[in-house]
Nanobody, 126 residues
Framework: VQLVESGGGLVQPGGSLRLSCAAS????????MSWVRQAQGKGFEWISG????????YYADSVKGRFTISRDNAKNMLYLQMNSLEPDDTAMYFC????????????????????WGQGTQVTVSS
């Protein structure tokens, strides 16, 4: 399994970024995917998930209405469109694959991922 994140960078408050996660080594369309982040000196925070089919999406309250997760199963790609970025969004962002049943209702409830990417840094600062 290989997950490679990209698209991070430095952006001003209120700006936008689009993160990508290229997946390989497994049947992408069989797995749900999530984005998680870790700010310096803090623990991991799950922020968004998407069903294996792409039919359902899940968001943490901290990003709901600002971030949009999507996937392209034909291209084995996961995306995170981040708008209205705030300084508190500064973190390393990771993608992870997991079974669909990690998520239900409005959130993903399990975080014991077996596979992660190396992360991409997002810095929101003026």
């Amino acid at each position: 399994v290989q997950l490679v994140e990209s698209g991070g960078g430095l952006v001003q408050p209120g700006g936008s970024l689009r993160l990508s996660c290229a997946a390989s080594g497994f049947t992408f369309s069989d797995y749900a995917m999530s984005w998680v982040r870790q700010a310096q000196g803090k623990g991991f925070e799950w922020i968004s998930g998407i069903h294996s089919s792409g039919s359902r999406t899940y968001y943490a309250d901290s990003v709901k209405g600002r971030f949009t997760i999507s996937r392209d199963n034909a291209k084995n790609m996961l995306y995170l469109q981040m708008n209205s970025l705030e300084p508190d969004d500064t973190a390393m962002y990771f993608c992870a694959n997991h079974p669909d049943d990690f998520c239900s209702g409005s959130y993903c409830w399990r975080y014991d991922y077996n596979h992660w990417g190396q992360g991409t840094q997002v810095t929101v600062s003026s």
